[in-house]
């Protein structure tokens, strides 16, 4: 069993859609959790960035980590066309600054 | 643009070939990490650079290895490839704080291997 699991998708919404997307761990150890964009052909940047439980905002996008459930989201409020890209959850914790990533899920916002 | 540079952008090579990777961190930031990207298996971190120190070792095959240099830049040397190893390769980097604190990495725009 993989250290993070995240649905590849991929992932179609019309525009102004909300869109959610998830990422499931094992190791309860993470303490910090990443969301990375990446479009094609590009690396990583990231989106946002969450410590332990809770949920942080910023603009259309929300974060959200549920640590009980070792369960974390994104949503996007009102996509845009220009949205679509792989979505890469990432986490670490413990000894070292690796960072765990999901395989990515791609989304398509249809205009 | 997020400072970190990475060259070549792409290199097609034979199997059995030895190439070299090479990336240029953000101005001011000591670490360096290396992932593989490929379709099947996402993201991997291969392994950490601090300040010229290996840091920290991810799933690096022995055929890999890596160094960094006193100007802080990185080369990642992949010798006799295989079809498999056909990813895209990014570079990452930043200050290197100790664990237990956040630490955001910055990635270069990768640099796609493709073995024949």
């Known amino acids: 069993q993989k250290e993070v699991e995240q649905d590849p998708g991929p992932l179609s919404v019309p525009e102004g859609a909300i869109v959610s997307l998830n990422c499931t761990y094992s190791n309860s150890a993470f303490q910090y959790f990443m969301w990375y964009r990446q479009y094609s052909r590009k690396g990583p940047e990231l989106l946002m960035y969450t410590y332990s439980s809770g949920n942080k905002e910023d603009g259309r996008f929300t974060a959200q980590v549920d640590k009980s459930s070792k369960y974390i989201s994104l949503f996007i409020r009102d996509s845009q066309p220009s949205d679509s890209a792989t979505y890469l959850c990432?986490?670490?914790?413990?000894?070292?600054?690796?960072?765990?990533f999901g395989t990515g899920t791609l989304l398509a916002v249809q205009p | 643009d997020s400072g970190v540079t990475q060259t070549p952008k792409h290199l097609i090579t034979a199997t059995g070939q030895r190439v070299t990777l090479r990336c240029s961190p953000r101005?001011?930031?000591?670490?360096v990490y290396w992932y593989q990207q490929s379709l099947d298996q996402g993201l991997q971190f291969l392994i950490q650079y601090y300040n010229g120190e290996e840091r920290a070792k991810g799933n690096i095959l022995e055929r890999f290895s890596a160094q960094q240099f006193p100007d802080l830049h990185s080369e990642l040397n992949l010798s006799s490839l295989e079809l498999g190893d056909s990813a895209l390769y990014f570079c990452a980097s930043n200050l290197g704080l100790s664990s237990g604190r956040y630490n955001e990495q910055f990635f270069g725009p990768g640099t796609r291997l493709t073995v024949l």
């Open positions: 101005s001011g930031d000591l670490s």
């Open positions: 990432a986490m670490n914790g413990g000894a070292t600054n690796k960072l765990i």
